[in-house]
């Protein structure tokens, strides 16, 4: 192969490697709202169908399921039934900002609804907002949803803020493990930084410390070298603020080097029982047991859900309405539980449903008796609040599945 | 100093893998005379072959193992006969873009058939480690490291002591005159993706016991097997597993020890090795400079 070609190749590498990122630009229109009619209102979304976090398609395909279970029994909200339709932006945000213009300008949505990923939602926001386009329910934990409300009044987050969950951590570590030494494995954005800056605050004033703490960056195979390091600290407690795939090698490589860590805490949690099971490595792994984590929904897995009225409505929604999807998949109930919300909001918007209006519910909002949630939660917003959920409990990993325990935390991100 | 150790042990682990997956690249480039892009994907979805007969039907680990490469050699001597042969006679960029089409392809059909989650994938070594001075190294590390060296020197031992060896550098080499003294160039080339798909199906199950399986798993992988390829010297099957260990340990060093680099920057770290190896020494550490009359 000649050198010109080698240097080619060298380029495509690069390319492959890095990624582009587009610019976006927007123009505002006048006129009645798109996307809705007498009986029909178009949602539009995008989802990592394919691509490196596919695992959170989940999260559209429970959507999905809820909005069809909703039309067929009762006739849509306020006699206009709801079209979900979300495309796949491969978890690339460079991709997601052509398909959400494509969504709004072509397909004439009403609303975005439950796009997914942070730097994602951040790419389309000052557009959504100049077109007066609802970003409704954003399925990311950032704290910039809720913090630049002001700016961006068309946005809106959902779950708990990344920030808050780090926070209830610092707080639960503060209490339980006086003395312990942290060390912290992060994802190297927006999203482990968020964490592990709450982390941090909830560890003010104790005796508690990080003392070490690693980044690491998506596009790595593995996190070996990571964990050989945090494990030199000589800390005691291991928190890992990952995706699965890289929580599941840092639980394995801990396990592989001797580390056994008192205290384990990951966020690997909100997909799923199946990246702990493997973990585990079948319980083998004795690492994993003990694990605490934060939830906000009913988690399918969980035994005490087992006779819940809504879980078992879940189950059947699930069957005949996404039949091919794994039930134990918890990011199915965090879908339908903004779905839930999402007719509640429509509802509550009124019979002369506009963008405007939907604004102006979502603005002063409090939606209790989530079915998907856990009890007690509720979705509210109120003057300068704009974080919809600020309160989970913590939950240990034990007997190959997630328990529940203690009250609630709550704690608003700032 | 133990845990300087510790980093040098975990780096030649992975080194290891991209050694591995990069002798699967230096195989095709030896016997076709193209860089296959799509290597990581097709050792990806041999991986997910094996997979599924030893979760779904019931194979232990060995057969599966033979099944899995056998299998991958077919599919590699038939993803040449269907897409890569018709082009074949032309530029080399167009083979070039064939490959990245295929790694699209694949990685779309993965997805399609075994969705993105994560799965654990048996391992053929112990699961214990071996303390030596404080220094933890598990079993898998050595068996990969072990594996790896195997390969090589089976590999050069084929390519210098084989007849057909001899024929498959011929072919790449010199297609027209391997014609004339009789060797099937075509059938050459095949074998040549057929074997690359082999070793990359070994590269694929040795690596998806440490970073578990999923569509994406040889996607980075690549990125710095590319790089222990290009080190080792693109032509040289040694030069390429050689480069990978080099590679492994270089990086986690730097990251350990150079503040800036932490692990953040490794993945720059890899595409700078590429670039300077290209710039200062394109024939790489182990390869043979081609000197061609014009």
């Given amino acids: 192969m000649n050198r010109k070609l080698m240097m080619t190749c060298v380029a495509l590498v690069v390319a492959l490697a890095l990624g582009v990122t587009a610019a976006i630009a927007g123009t505002v229109r006048g006129g009645s709202d798109p996307g809705i009619t007498d009986n029909s209102i178009l949602l539009g979304g995008t989802a990592p169908l394919t691509g490196p976090a596919s695992q959170y398609a989940s999260v559209a395909r429970g959507a999905e399921a809820y909005f069809k279970y909703l039309n067929a029994t009762k006739g849509g909200i306020n006699g206009r039934k709801i079209t979900y339709k979300y495309a796949d932006d491969a978890y690339n945000p460079a991709q997601s900002v052509p398909v959400t213009r494509q969504l709004v300008e072509q397909d004439k949505v009403f609303a975005i609804f439950n796009s997914l990923g942070t730097a994602h939602n951040v790419a389309v926001r000052p557009y959504l907002n100049a077109m007066k386009v609802p970003q409704l329910f954003v399925a990311s934990g950032a704290t910039t949803w809720g913090r630049d409300y002001a700016q961006y009044p068309y946005t809106i987050g959902f779950q708990p803020s990344y920030q808050a969950e780090g926070w209830v951590y610092g707080k639960y570590l503060s209490r339980t493990a006086p003395g312990a030494k942290v060390a912290v494995l992060f994802q190297n954005d927006d999203y482990g930084k968020d964490l592990l800056g709450g982390l941090k605050r909830g560890l003010q004033r104790s005796k508690v410390k990080v003392i070490a703490a690693q980044p690491y960056e998506v596009t790595s195979p593995d996190v070996a070298s990571q964990i050989a390091k945090l494990k030199a600290s000589g800390a005691d407690t291991l928190a890992i603020f990952a995706t699965p795939t890289f929580a599941i090698q840092a639980f394995q490589f801990a396990n592989k080097l001797g580390w056994k860590p008192k205290h384990v805490i990951n966020n690997a949690v909100a997909s799923a029982s199946t990246s702990m099971q493997i973990a585990s490595s079948a319980g083998q792994n004795k690492l994993v047991n003990g694990t605490i984590s934060i939830q906000f929904l009913k988690d399918p897995t969980d035994p005490k859900w087992k006779n819940d009225p809504a879980m078992k409505l879940y189950r059947t929604i699930m069957k005949k309405f996404a039949p091919s999807a794994n039930v134990a998949d918890p990011l199915h109930v965090y879908g339908m539980a903004a779905a839930w919300t999402a007719s509640d909001a429509l509802k509550k918007a009124g019979k002369d449903l506009t963008r405007e209006s939907l604004r102006k519910t979502l603005d002063t909002f409090t939606a209790t008796g989530n079915p998907f949630m856990l009890p007690g939660i509720a979705v509210k917003t109120a003057g300068k609040d704009h974080y919809p959920v600020e309160q989970m409990l913590l939950q240990k990993w034990q007997n190959n599945s997630w328990n529940s325990f203690g009250g609630l935390w709550g704690y608003r991100a700032s | ?294």
Wanted: aromatic share 10%; glycine share 12%.
């Fill in chain 2, 1 to 294: 100093m133990a845990a300087f150790f510790q980093q040098v042990v975990s780096g030649l682990a992975s080194g290891g893998i991209y050694g591995a997956l990069a002798l699967a690249i230096v195989l095709i480039h030896r016997a076709t005379g193209v860089i296959n892009f799509a290597q990581g994907e097709m050792a990806m979805f041999s991986t997910y072959i094996a997979w599924t007969l030893t979760t779904n039907h019931g194979f232990s680990y060995w057969p599966a193992f033979a099944v899995t490469l056998l299998v991958s050699f077919l599919g590699g001597v038939g993803i040449h006969r269907a897409v890569i042969r018709p082009v074949e006679r032309g530029p080399q960029i167009r083979v070039v873009i064939i490959t990245i089409g295929l790694l699209l392809l694949l990685n779309g059909l993965a997805f399609w058939i075994w969705s993105g989650e994560v799965r654990a994938v048996p391992s053929p070594f112990p699961a214990g480690t071996i303390d030596i001075g404080g220094v933890a190294i598990s079993w898998s590390d050595i068996g990969t490291i072990a594996v790896c060296l195997t390969s090589v020197l089976v590999l050069s031992a084929f390519f210098r002591f084989t007849k057909v060896g001899l024929a498959m550098r011929a072919a790449a080499v010199n297609p027209s005159e391997a014609r004339l003294v009789g060797v099937r160039v075509s059938s050459m080339l095949g074998l040549g993706w057929g074997l690359a798909a082999m070793l990359g199906a070994i590269a694929g199950m040795l690596t998806a016991p440490n970073v578990f399986l999923d569509p994406n798993m040889m996607q980075a992988v690549l990125i710095y097997a590319f790089a222990a390829a290009l080190l080792g010297g693109i032509d040289s099957p040694i030069g390429a597993v050689v480069g990978g260990l080099i590679l492994g340990v270089g990086l986690n060093l730097l990251g350990t020890y150079v503040d800036f680099v932490g692990s953040d920057l490794k993945l720059p770290a890899a595409l700078l090795v590429i670039l300077g190896v290209l710039l200062l020494r394109p024939a790489g550490l182990f390869g043979k400079t081609v000197v061609k009359k014009v």
